[in-house]
């Protein structure tokens, strides 16, 4: 696989809908997350919440590294866009312009939701040999992420949210650069409608 695209923001938010309300899939910590089409497939558009103190030198490397990752249990990053504008926000009864940086993620979409929506609900519905699966999934990827060449990938947010569950039930590993890039002491969900990246 090749590294991922750089979008630009005029065409993440065609993708959107200019992040429409019934595209909407869930949000969380790290942000809001889109449901969108792409070059005729379904992605997840993560856009993201001011992440203070990083620039995008950092954002760049972070997610050209992670971009490389090419495993059935990694979620796939297809790509990613930062620009900055300006906008007019309301300050003391006036306006003030400012200048927002929007960052925004795009994934591939995983049709199963997360796997803390199986786990919690009131009737599992997992039999054992899915189980099974999903756990084998999830070793695997971690395997390959730990023994990534040059710099093994700690996860640092490994949870039932951050296991996302493909059509076929298949286990991958989700939010790796942003549990990287957010302080490991910080713990977010993204609280889904339906699906989720």
Same mark, same amino acid.
């Given at each position: 696989?090749?590294?991922?695209?750089?979008?630009? #923001?005029?065409?993440?938010?065609?993708?959107?809908?200019?992040?429409?309300?019934? @595209?909407?899939?869930?949000?969380?910590?790290?942000?809001?997350?889109?449901?969108?089409?792409? =070059?005729?497939?379904?992605?997840?558009?993560?856009?993201?919440?001011?992440?203070?103190?990083?620039?995008?030198? $950092?954002? =760049?490397?972070?997610?050209?590294?992670?971009?490389?990752?090419?495993?059935?249990?990694?979620?796939?990053?297809?790509?990613? +866009?930062?620009?900055?504008?300006?906008?007019?926000?309301?300050?003391?009864?006036?306006?003030?312009?400012?200048?927002?940086?929007?960052?925004?993620?795009?994934?591939?979409?995983?049709?199963?939701?997360?796997?803390?929506?199986?786990?919690? $609900? =009131?009737?599992?519905? #997992?039999?054992?040999?899915? +189980?099974?699966?999903?756990?084998?999934?999830? +070793?695997?990827?971690?395997?390959? #992420?730990?023994?990534?060449?040059?710099?093994?990938?700690?996860?640092?947010? @490994?949870?039932?949210?951050?296991?996302? #569950?493909?059509?076929?039930?298949?286990?991958?590993?989700?939010?790796?650069? @942003?549990?990287? @890039?957010?302080?490991?002491?910080?713990?977010?969900?993204?609280? $889904?409608?339906?699906?989720?990246?």
């Amino acid at each position: 696989m090749s590294e991922s695209t750089y979008f630009k #923001l005029d065409l993440i938010k065609t993708i959107t809908g200019d992040f429409a309300d019934d @595209l909407l899939v869930g949000s969380g910590g790290y942000g809001v997350v889109y449901r969108g089409t792409y =070059d005729g497939q379904k992605i997840a558009v993560k856009k993201l919440h001011p992440l203070h103190g990083l620039d995008d030198k $950092a954002f =760049d490397k972070e997610f050209h590294s992670l971009s490389k990752i090419n495993h059935p249990n990694v979620v796939r990053l297809i790509g990613y +866009c930062h620009e900055s504008h300006r906008k007019f926000l309301p300050h003391k009864g006036g306006l003030q312009a400012a200048t927002v940086m929007e960052r925004v993620l795009c994934f591939e979409y995983m049709e199963g939701g997360s796997l803390d929506k199986h786990i919690l $609900a =009131d009737s599992c519905d #997992l039999d054992w040999l899915t +189980c099974y699966k999903i756990i084998k999934g999830i +070793c695997e990827g971690l395997n390959r #992420l730990h023994s990534e060449q040059g710099k093994p990938i700690y996860h640092m947010d @490994l949870k039932p949210a951050n296991i996302l #569950l493909d059509k076929n039930m298949t286990a991958k590993i989700g939010d790796l650069g @942003l549990s990287r @890039l957010v302080s490991s002491t910080n713990t977010y969900q993204t609280k $889904a409608r339906e699906g989720t990246l």
